[in-house]
């Protein structure tokens, strides 16, 4: 008998309308990912590695119905500032009055996943794919998504300012919504994007997006999350770099009460980079799995992933890092660093850096480690007239700031830095 949640999501799948419906491509993929949660009776495996510190059990025993559209809506001055172009989502549905599309330079297409059409479903093809295996996130994800976005840069086009997608919670009842994107950057094309998870909503939210970088392109991107305190959060992101293409990814993980973050990054082509920064800060009972999966397939390319986290209360982070360096792809250069600190007695931090290795002259490094804030520092400060209270906000901000600081864009550098800054102030 499957889980209340998988269940629940069976029946609503079943009735609601969603984006593509209709057409057969769509709709086909979408009874295939029906029948594919039809055989599941939990969400994960519990038995499986990824899984090993992270129980979906509780979650799974909601039966939680899907979000309609209409029943909320969110004041447009309480979104954040933003630079450029944005899509809002509120509670996995487009929301038009709330967004601005307005003023995309030529070469730019950007379309709620309910604006799509056959044609682009059919160019996009990763829309509807879903992995084999025992997990069935991504079944459920695809049977239900209402939400999402198709982003294609054309070849050379260079966007200036930052294009904003924001998924917002409102609904006071738990619900469940669900998005997937693909996103396409053309050859040496550049662009910068900014997530924005937040609100003030509960249940639970999976987001899965496909993004990939076509020669020499760049891609910059900020995901800052700050679900709200009730939601649980699953995400999935896969990254496929071409040759020369460029990724920088700051991740800001500072919500939600279960957040799982599968990251997939695969360098494809000769002197493709990946630059992974990433900050975590989570206090009370807030639980956050964070898993990294970094493949060097050919030789001469190059990643650096850092990582700072700070819990207290009775947290609980766990970073799961690994980088592959395939059999072949010599000169690749690779370094893996995690950095934590632990504010309380009760919090804990799982650090698991991986290397695997089967290539020979290859430049790798890794590391990890678990302390808490320096005592002589803590006593430089506090002999300097600064009360305790600020002076551990002070350090544990510099802590987890130094992933942040080479943000390209000033703006969402400060909105990044001012989101953290409060919540480590909320740490206590």
């Known amino acids: 008998m499957s889980a209340p949640l998988l269940a629940s999501a069976l029946q609503d799948a079943a009735a609601i309308a969603l984006p593509g419906a209709g057409l057969a491509s769509v ?7 029906r029948a594919m949660l039809s055989t599941r009776e939990h969400l994960v495996d519990a038995r499986a590695e990824a899984w090993r510190y992270t129980s979906l059990r509780a979650l799974e025993a909601q039966a939680l119905p899907h979000a309609r559209r209409g029943v909320a809506a969110i004041d447009t001055a309480c979104l954040p500032v933003t630079h450029g172009a944005r899509l809002v989502f509120v509670d996995g549905c487009f929301d038009a009055a709330s967004s601005r599309l307005d003023g995309l330079p030529a070469g730019v297409s950007c379309k709620p996943l309910e604006a799509l059409d056959a044609r682009d479903w059919a160019a996009h093809p990763v829309l509807l794919q879903v992995a084999s ?103 999935r992101d896969v990254f496929n770099l071409a040759a020369r293409a460029q990724l920088r990814l700051h991740m800001l993980e500072l919500g939600a009460a279960l957040s799982q973050h599968a990251l997939v990054v695969e360098l494809g082509g000769i002197e493709a980079q990946a630059e992974l920064r ?65 504010l309380s007695d009760q919090a804990e931090i799982d650090a698991r850096p991986v290397m695997e290795i089967h290539a020979d002259e290859v430049r790798a490094a890794h590391g990890a480690s678990v302390g808490q804030l320096d005592s002589a520092m803590l006593f430089y400060l ?10 551990r906000a002070l350090l544990t901000g510099a802590h987890c700031r130094a992933v942040l600081d080479d943000i390209a864009h000033e703006g969402l550098r400060a909105a990044a830095q001012q989101a953290l800054e409060s919540c480590i102030a909320a740490l206590g």
């Open 382 to 391: 506090r002999a300097r007239g600064l009360p305790e209270a600020a002076a």
């Open 278 to 342: 990433q900050a975590v800060a989570l206090a009370h009972r807030q639980h956050a799995d964070l898993g990294l999966d970094l493949r060097h397939a050919v030789g001469r390319t190059r990643s650096d992933v850092r990582c700072r986290a700070v819990v207290t209360g009775r947290a609980r982070a766990v970073l799961q890092g690994a980088i592959t360096i395939a059999a072949g792809a010599d000169g690749s250069d690779a370094a893996l660093s995690t950095q934590n600190l632990l």
């Open 133 to 235: 295996g025992a997990d069935a996130l991504a079944p459920l994800n695809l049977a239900l998504a209402s939400a999402g976005v198709l982003l294609e840069v054309a070849d050379g086009v260079h966007v200036e300012a930052p294009l904003d997608v924001i998924y917002a919670s409102s609904l006071g009842m738990p619900v469940a919504w669900h998005a997937r994107s693909a996103i396409r950057l053309g050859k040496g094309a550049r662009l910068t994007l900014r997530e924005w998870h937040l609100g003030t909503g509960s249940g639970l939210a999976t987001v899965q997006s496909h993004v990939r970088l076509d020669e020499d392109a760049r891609l910059d991107l900020v995901q800052q999350q700050e679900a709200p305190a009730a939601l649980s959060l699953l995400r």
């Open 27 to 33: 709709d086909a993929a979408r009874a295939a990912a």
